[in-house]
């Protein structure tokens, strides 16, 4: 699919009040199937995967760091726009997704069909 057609099916989902995030924090959210964590950096709002790729734990109990979102279990941390490691001991990159603010909430963009990121190295709860 051509980046073009993906953001023609991109869907933004409400997941948050803009007050819910301030500055400097990373929170989890949920949209249906998906889990993120969103942060605030330099006043944009950023969404991402929640769960670090090295071991799975929660990005969103890791805190913001200048250069990105910080996992709180073995340090790695990961650029909040592309998603890339940016320090180890995590070498793949997180998933990341467009995230919007209007009218005082937070929007991200999930296109259909798209599988949640969660966690590799446990089993996926039952919902």
């Known amino acids: 699919m051509t980046e073009q057609m993906q953001h023609a099916t991109t869907e ?3 997941i948050a009040r803009s007050g819910q ?3 400097g924090i990373v929170r989890r959210f949920y949209a249906g199937e998906h889990e993120f964590a969103v942060a605030r950096l330099n006043g944009k709002a950023y969404a991402t995967s929640n769960y670090c790729t ?3 734990c929660l990005l969103s109990s890791g805190k913001l760091r200048d250069d990105g ?3 709180s279990c073995h340090g790695s ?3 909040l726009e592309t998603g890339e490691p940016i ?3 995590a070498t793949e990159p997180i ?3 467009p995230c919007q603010e209007r009218d005082g909430e937070i ?3 999930v296109t259909p069909g798209d599988t949640p990121a969660g966690p590799t190295r446990r089993a996926r709860r039952s919902v």
């Open 95 to 97: 998933k990341t997704y």
């Open 12 to 14: 933004f989902v409400r």
């Open 21 to 23: 995030v301030p500055e």
């Open 77 to 79: 941390a990961f650029d």
């Open 107 to 109: 929007f991200v963009g």
């Open 54 to 56: 090295h071991l799975d």
């Open 69 to 71: 979102i910080g996992c």
């Open 87 to 89: 320090s180890p001991p």
